[in-house]
């Protein structure tokens, strides 16, 4: 804006200057001066652009800090952090630091908007890495589009990204992908006969459009599939679930929920002498669930679109180096602090090759371009196209070892078709 009205004086001023030249030869000042203001300054488009100045780019982070979901979203945000924090130590984007600035839903939608709004309005960022989980991103959808915000979503949903919507992506793979790993692994590796299939879950749209996945891939293998039982995301017992997969003589147990229920769950289930498989997802692929449930994660598997912290791998060394670098006494990092990690990883490829005219729709433009962006095994290489969003259909599964206190890799990166 100020150039435009460093336009605005010039022309009063030659229009004063000139009065008595003849009109054509005015005009004609007027427009090599327009020219030489325009072209000559470097700042005109990061002037005008959402979240981006001379020196600084600001993102945005909607996560729940204090509610139920706060055991995985707390990871998300220190993840973040600590990945910018390094970055902006070793120089910036650009020759910009970036600013993170994180937002509490605590898991709920009317909180969720309040912050989309703040950051996008009063805070004026570029992006934001996740609107919160599943319901929260997809209220938030028309809002999304109308003010051209790109979002690098953090929930697990196919939803996201199915059909595609031009400024919503996601950073790996999506519960479609990984229940068909799951499936997979049962009917083929594990060659299960009689199997029966059962899904656990919050009542939540995540949960329950991985369901509708379940039942597609069950009418496929021919598996039968019994039900879902619902079990809130604060449970701190799992009986009344329990009993009703024991009566149903449910073989494999498939839980679509964090870390906190799935152990209700496994305990539950060992104060009752029932002993089916249980399969997880990112959410307790971490060493809590190992450490806290002890025996009764001794049939548990889980699948993940990432690394762990004991995997050996250069991303998760680099990870490590870094993060132990700003707290030397943190715990091992649980999978969503590096699910955060690859998002912001993702982000700063896309700032970076955007250059010095970033704005929304360039930072857009350029993940569009990104083919094939080598994790260093901290994830499957991520690429994303205008007609995918999504970056990448990559798992692998994990068995809980009781003795190490981990997940144990069983299957190497499985791209789900």
């Given at each position: 804006m100020y150039f435009l009205n460093v336009v605005v004086n010039h022309v009063v001023y030659l229009r004063k200057r000139f009065k008595m030249m003849r009109k054509s030869r005015v005009y004609l000042m007027l427009v090599f001066t327009l020219v030489f203001l325009i072209g000559s300054s470097n700042l005109l488009f990061a002037s005008d652009a959402r979240g981006v100045s001379g020196n600084q780019v600001i993102i945005g982070l909607i996560a729940d800090q204090t509610?139920?979901?706060?055991?995985?979203?707390?990871?998300?945000?220190?993840?973040?952090?600590?990945?910018?924090?390094?970055?902006?130590?070793?120089?910036?984007?650009?020759?910009?630091k970036i600013k993170l600035l994180v937002e509490?839903?605590?898991?709920s939608i009317p909180m969720a908007v309040a912050a989309f709004k703040k950051l996008v309005f009063?805070?004026?960022?570029?992006?934001?890495?996740?609107?919160?989980?599943?319901?929260?991103n997809t209220a938030l959808f028309s809002q999304i589009e109308k003010?051209?915000?790109?979002?690098?979503?953090?929930?697990?949903?196919?939803?996201?990204?199915?059909?595609?919507?031009?400024?919503?992506?996601?950073?790996?793979?999506?519960?479609?992908?990984?229940i068909k790993v799951m499936m997979e692994y049962i009917v083929k590796i594990m060659k299960a006969k009689d199997a029966r299939i059962a899904l656990v879950g919050p009542d939540v749209e995540y949960a329950k459009s991985g369901y509708r996945v379940l039942e597609e891939?069950?009418?496929?293998?021919?598996?039968?599939?019994?039900?879902?039982?619902?079990?809130?995301?604060?449970?701190?017992?799992?009986?009344?679930?329990?009993?009703?997969?024991?009566?149903?003589?449910?073989?494999?147990?498939?839980?679509?929920?964090?870390?906190?229920?799935?152990?209700?769950?496994?305990?539950?289930?060992?104060?009752?002498?029932?002993?089916?498989?249980?399969?997880?997802?990112i959410h307790a692929i971490g060493n809590?669930?190992?450490?806290?449930?002890?025996?009764?994660?001794?049939?548990?598997?889980?699948?993940?679109?990432?690394?762990?912290?004991?995997?050996?791998?250069?991303?998760?060394?680099?990870?490590?180096?870094?993060?132990?670098?700003?707290?030397?006494?943190?715990?091992?990092?649980?999978?969503?602090f590096i699910?955060?990690?690859?998002?912001?990883k993702i982000a700063h490829e896309a700032i970076?090759?955007?250059?010095?005219?970033?704005?929304?729709?360039?930072?857009?433009?350029?993940?569009?371009?990104?083919?094939?962006?080598?994790?260093?095994?901290?994830?499957g290489p991520v690429s994303y196209s205008p007609t995918n969003h999504k970056g990448n259909s990559y798992s692998r599964m994990g068995k809980a070892d009781l003795k190490k206190g981990y997940f144990v890799p069983v299957t190497d990166w499985i791209e789900a078709k």
């Open positions: 509610g139920p979901a706060a055991q995985l979203m707390m990871p998300y945000a220190a993840g973040a952090r600590a990945y910018f924090r390094h970055i902006n130590d070793t120089g910036g984007v650009n020759d910009r509490d839903d605590r898991y009063k805070d004026k960022v570029l992006a934001i890495l996740g609107c919160g989980g599943t319901g929260q003010n051209k915000v790109p979002v690098i979503s953090l929930s697990w949903s196919w939803t996201m990204t199915d059909p595609v919507q031009r400024y919503v992506f996601t950073a790996t793979n999506d519960n479609k992908d990984e891939k069950a009418k496929e293998y021919n598996v039968v599939l019994v039900g879902r039982e619902i079990l809130a995301m604060d449970a701190l017992d799992a009986t009344t679930q329990v009993l009703t997969l024991k009566k149903q003589n449910v073989t494999h147990v498939i839980t679509i929920t964090i870390d906190g229920p799935t152990l209700a769950l496994l305990k539950s289930a060992k104060r009752l002498n029932y002993w089916p498989i249980f399969f997880d997802s809590r669930v190992i450490e806290a449930g002890g025996e009764t994660a001794k049939n548990l598997y889980a699948t993940s679109p990432i690394a762990s912290w004991f995997n050996d791998t250069v991303g998760i060394s680099e990870l490590k180096k870094i993060a132990l670098k700003y707290d030397p006494k943190m715990a091992p990092a649980e999978s969503y699910k955060a990690w690859i998002t912001s970076k090759r955007a250059g010095k005219n970033l704005t929304p729709d360039s930072f857009v433009d350029t993940l569009e371009t990104i083919k094939n962006l080598d994790m260093k095994g901290l994830t």
